[in-house]
């Protein structure tokens, strides 16, 4: 957090540290209970104004489930996607096989292109239901 200026409070460093311990995308609410676990109780608000910061400074990024519900995962190099359950929400990270995200890769810059955008970066989600929910 210090390389882009952030001081490392208690709120901020025990949300990465809740991030990455769990290996997937996290909704704020989920955050609110798992700190209340460790003891934690801090006001909704404040987590919710910690995740824009964090967000901000590109520390972690957004994965939206039916395009309404927001998810927050730490920033990572290693570029991957996502398996989602709509019924319970779970989600895997998956790496594609490299043919197959240069394809992806192809297809996002001819879209940039045609539409006169500068491409960023791109997500991929593929939704269904999970074994437990079949």
């Given amino acids: ?6 001081k490392n409070t208690k709120i901020r460093s025990n949300i990465l ?19 209340k676990i460790k003891g934690i ?51 895997i990270d998956f790496t594609p096989a490299a043919e197959i995200e240069a394809t992806v890769k192809r297809l996002a810059k001819k879209l940039a292109a045609k539409n006169k955008y500068q491409l960023v970066d791109h997500s991929l989600e593929f939704f269904g239901l999970c074994p437990n929910c079949k």
């Fill in 41 to 91: 109780q801090p006001n909704k608000t404040t987590v919710y104004r910690e995740l824009e910061v964090l967000l901000a400074k590109g520390i972690i990024k957004e994965v939206f489930v039916n395009g309404k519900v927001r998810y927050f995962e730490v920033t990572e190099a290693r570029h991957h996607h996502h398996l989602i359950c709509l019924k319970c929400n779970k989600m």
């Fill in 17 to 35: 540290q809740l991030l990455l311990e769990n290996l997937k995308p996290c909704s704020a609410a989920e955050m609110l209970k798992l700190l």
């Fill in 1 to 6: 957090m210090k390389t882009v200026g952030l």
